[in-house]
């Protein structure tokens, strides 16, 4: 009897210490506290085929458990639905992403972007800690494009924007601002940066013989004070004309693309983004008008198809070093530039990020296409651009009898606001140094 009472006994002891320990274990996470959550935030809304999915972010130090958070949706039908609700001992590691998908069933609603949408994140006692409304951070009736998505920008504690590629379980990447100027090498190294920045200026295009007059620790130098005030560079290349002399892109002797060529500029364009040049822009990416002159069906060589294979080529060279590097091309602002110069919107805009149709209202002679043509031709592009985004070029000078005279202040935001008219999406001055700078801080607003 006493051996079975000291094993009853010995059982009870053990279950004792037992049940402790699954509670020390429970208790190892605990919830954390509404304000010690104020870190979690909406990071990412996706929609999708598959039904979409929206990204949570933990911008803390500190890992979390957020056991009990609620997320909730609202839309043309629902109201405060409640499309997911954190189980016990959900936990988020600091800096770290969780994506609640409507395909593996984290969220039990499609996300649609072609209504109204809004999506809270609120925590177990109520408590709001973050809200995206689409309609007014980004715009009402404001799609993103398929395989993009609305993302903060900065990542995790920036304002909303919508991005050509979503960044599931990444830091998001995107173009937060849209206005861009083409610069002289002469004109980079003295410009007034912060100027430029205050009147809404987040782009150079930076003429690449910038890096052939001064030192390489020069030009990075300069490039990272642009940085610091955020503009993006871009180098300025001009791929098939150079010392005032086009190069054709077509081999006419063996009837095959010039790929000795493409190599080069590829090389070159290479070496930029692994120095960490963030943009890289195309200029004189076409033939001077002779484009027919360099077919040769037979051989499956074409004019526009060396400007296309260019275009390819180069950005998977570049995207295998960084696949965020923004690429953009000038292209003539003509409606048969595929004939002429073999430039083709459509299968360009599958490579490249931004279209820049240079279009100049002002002639040589003193005349005005109006502000009609100028908008008119930005759908144009826009309407053949496929993924790509459209920037429309426009001059900061005009002509006055044979002289080039700059615009005002006034005179150039108003060129630039007939693009609110258009389907256009951003500007892109030419050129820095003529005219005087308006300012274009809230164009797009």
Not at 278 to 301: L, M, Q, S, W
Request: aromatic share 12%; hydrophobic share 40%; with cysteine.
């Amino acid at each position: 009897m006493k051996i079975k009472q000291w094993n009853i006994i010995g059982v009870g002891i053990f279950c004792l210490l037992l049940f402790s320990s699954c509670d020390s274990k429970e208790n190892k996470n605990p919830s954390a506290s509404p304000e010690e959550m104020n870190g979690l935030v909406l990071n990412e809304v996706c929609s999708s085929p598959n039904g979409g999915w929206i990204e949570l972010y933990n911008s803390t130090n500190n890992d979390m458990n957020f056991s009990g958070l609620k997320v909730l949706l609202s839309d043309d039908y629902y109201v405060n639905k409640t499309v997911y609700t954190a189980p016990a001992q959900t936990t988020i590691a600091a800096g770290t992403y969780k994506i609640l998908s409507r395909e593996h069933n984290d969220i039990d609603t499609d996300i649609k972007t072609n209504e109204s949408l809004e999506i809270s994140l609120v925590a177990a006692n109520g408590m709001i800690l973050d809200v995206f409304t689409r309609d007014t951070d980004i715009g009402r009736n404001k799609n993103h494009a398929e395989g993009g998505s609305y993302s903060r920008l900065p990542n995790g504690a920036g304002k909303w924007f919508i991005t050509k590629t979503a960044t599931q379980n990444e830091e998001n990447f995107g173009i937060t601002n849209r206005n861009a100027i083409w610069m002289w090498s002469v004109s980079a190294m003295n410009a007034p940066l912060a100027n430029l920045v205050n009147n809404g200026i987040g782009h150079i295009l930076l003429n690449e013989q910038f890096f052939k007059s001064y030192t390489l620790e020069q030009a990075k130098a300069r490039i990272a004070e642009a940085e610091n005030l955020g503009i993006t560079v871009h180098v300025w290349f001009q791929c098939f004309y150079t010392d005032e002399k086009w190069i054709s892109p077509v081999d006419d002797i063996n009837q095959r693309y010039d790929q000795e060529l493409f190599d080069d500029i590829i090389k070159r364009a290479e070496d930029y983004v692994r120095m960490g040049i963030k943009g890289i822009h195309f200029d004189y990416i076409r033939f001077g008008g002779t484009a027919p002159n360099h077919n040769f069906p037979e051989k499956g060589v074409t004019a526009e198809g060396a400007i296309t294979e260019f275009c390819k080529q180069v950005s998977e060279a570049v995207r295998r070093i960084n696949k965020h590097v923004i690429l953009s091309a000038a292209l003539m602002a003509e409606r048969s530039g595929d004939y002429y110069y073999g430039q083709n919107p459509e299968t360009m805009g599958q490579y490249l990020d931004i279209l820049m149709p240079m279009i100049y209202r002002y002639t040589e002679t003193g005349g005005d296409h109006g502000a009609l043509w100028a908008q008119s031709m930005a759908d144009y592009f826009v309407g053949r651009a496929g993924k790509a985004e459209v920037w429309a070029g426009t001059t900061t000078y005009k002509y006055v009898g044979t002289n080039i005279a700059g615009l005002t202040a006034e005179q150039m935001v108003n060129d630039c606001r007939v693009f609110l008219n258009s389907k256009a999406t951003g500007v892109v001055l030419f050129r820095f140094g003529l005219g005087n700078m308006g300012d274009l801080t809230h164009l797009w607003d």
